[in-house]
């Protein structure tokens, strides 16, 4: 397709850039990590949403090379941030599958000069729809090296309960569908205090994604929810624009 074979100069033409969106700790009220958002600014067509070139770029095999620039510059970016700060990459289930990830991460940590603990894989539960056995032996050399394995969108994929069992994430983010919903409709509400419930019994801090109105982090404060991350608190933007926000100054 048209797009495909623009997306095949994208990278050598320096078309993406990255925006940041916080991650706020609830205990604290200070930015505790920032999620990497990729962009790609198009020639002509403007900016593009990763929804729509993710999936071509993975049907395509792009998406190992597109994904491991996003790991070096995420890293790069965040390296210059105060130490506390961790930053959190977005990797997906086809990049995993077709990329030495643990080499990957190996090699941009040692390029980057940034510490393993600060740095966070998001996957979503398609990690779990191939080669799971070795994905799961895959997860957990990265994550001896310090790094945190997050669980994204939790709650929407394939279920992956008994998969939590064998590997408990370091953190699982709700689905930003049930922050939504949970304080009209009780069955969100229910949903979003089982995750918590399950996240405590097995050691997994959770986090709320999609915080849009003050109500909802209110009412996640009453909860053991440990970090909150929306719009609410900041809108994906480039890196500088963050600095003002408490946390980021060291
Ligand atoms: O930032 P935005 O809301 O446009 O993101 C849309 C979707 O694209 C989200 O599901 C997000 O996880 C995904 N996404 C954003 N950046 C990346 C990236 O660098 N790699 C991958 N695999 N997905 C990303
Ligand atoms: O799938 P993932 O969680 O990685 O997607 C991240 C994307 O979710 C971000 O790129 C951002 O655009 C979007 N997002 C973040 N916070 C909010 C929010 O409060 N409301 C909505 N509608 N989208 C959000
Ligand atoms: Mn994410
Ligand atoms: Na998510």
Redesign the pocket.
Known sequence: SELEHDLQRALETNQFF??F?PLICLKTNTVECV?????WQHPVKGVI???EF?PI??ESGL?VP??RW??LE?CAQASRLPEHIRVA????A??FLHDDMYAAVIQTLFQTGLAANRLEL?L?ESIFLDAVQRNLETMSKIRALGVKIVM??FGIGFSSLNYLRSFPFDRIKIDRSFIRDMLNDPQAESIVSAIMTLGHAMSMEVVAEGVETAAQLDMLRHTSCSTAQGFLMGR?APLADLTALPGMNG
């Open positions: 990255l925006e969106q999620e990497a958002l990729l962009r949403s990763p929804n993710i770029a993975e998406i597109i994904g996003v790991l995420a990459v977005n990797i997906s086809v990049q998001e979503t994204d969108d994906p």
